[in-house]
């Protein structure tokens, strides 16, 4: 069993910034890929962002790109979604998830493991 950890979140006016953060358990870090998708009322789950966490790169939903920043801390098994210039159409619950191997992916499937979620309300 592999247990992702969030944190973060909260409400923010519109144009402002919040950072969420996984934990990622040490011995699967670095074969795995760490995916950002959120689920907004009444919507379906949508991809937000993915991260090699061996080599870094990146991938982004158009709907954040040039917003939303991934990082990632080796040390500290840590995985980061920085969201800057907020914008009320990014409220939703935020869920990291883990998947096997290196590459990330948009597709939610492919993901073996899920954070409990957090929400992001932004206020417009």
């Known amino acids: 069993q592999v247990r992702l950890v969030q944190s973060g979140g909260g409400l923010v006016q519109a144009g402002g910034s919040l950072r969420l953060s996984c934990t990622l358990p040490?011995?699967?870090?670095?074969?795995?890929?760490m995916g950002w998708f959120r689920q907004a009322p009444g919507k379906e789950r949508e991809f937000v962002a993915a991260i090699q966490l061996s080599a870094g790169n990146t991938i982004y939903a158009d709907s954040v790109k040039g917003r939303f920043t991934l990082s990632r801390d080796s040390a500290e098994n840590l995985g980061y979604l920085q969201m800057n210039s907020l914008k009320p159409e990014d409220t939703a619950v935020y869920y990291c998830a883990r998947m096997p191997g290196t590459y990330g992916s948009s597709w939610s499937y492919e993901y073996d493991y899920w954070g409990q979620g957090t929400q992001v309300t932004v206020s417009s």
């Open positions: 040490g011995r699967t870090f670095k074969t795995s890929a």
